[in-house]
């Protein structure tokens, strides 16, 4: 399960550690362990726009925050697997491998490989990245207490 989504049904938690990884953490993966594996475009890869909502307390009214930038692609593998690839920002080919990812974690002759060399790296670098951003804002803590004064 994905921490930042405990219910998520697993290929959902899959999609999301995928949308978080880095492109190279992906094309390495692809190059390394999938090397000649062949896909096509379901669908082009495409940015667009989507609006954020927010709500006031985590549970108050809804409100639109903004828009955000996002890329998406669809693939198909050779085997008939359709992958599913989305990330923030306009990076196209971070979308495409993500889709490619999300394919192969379907086949099951590939989902533990999958889940090994691409998943398990990019959340423990998600890990380890969390840890030094809390270490460098304890390192910034202050700490304040009252001092009472009398009244000599």
Not at 67 to 72: G, K, L, P, Q
């Amino acid at each position: 399960m994905d921490k930042h989504h405990p219910h998520a049904p697993p290929r959902a938690a899959i999609i999301g550690t995928l949308a978080r990884a880095e492109t190279s953490e992906l094309r390495e993966a692809v190059h390394a362990h999938w090397p000649g594996l062949q896909w096509r475009e379901a669908k082009p890869a495409e940015a667009g726009l989507v609006m954020l909502r927010g709500r006031t307390g985590g549970d108050g009214a809804a409100f639109n925050l903004g828009e955000a930038t996002v890329a998406r692609a669809v693939i198909d593998l050779e085997t008939g697997e359709r992958g599913h690839g989305q990330c923030l920002g306009r990076d196209m080919e971070k979308a495409r491998l993500a889709a490619v990812f999300d394919a192969l974690w379907q086949r099951e002759t590939d989902r533990d490989a999958v889940e090994r060399h691409v998943i398990a790296p990019v959340r423990a670098r998600i890990a380890r990245q969390g840890a030094n951003d809390a270490a460098r804002a304890a390192a910034t803590r202050v700490n304040f207490f009252t001092l009472v004064r009398g009244e000599d």
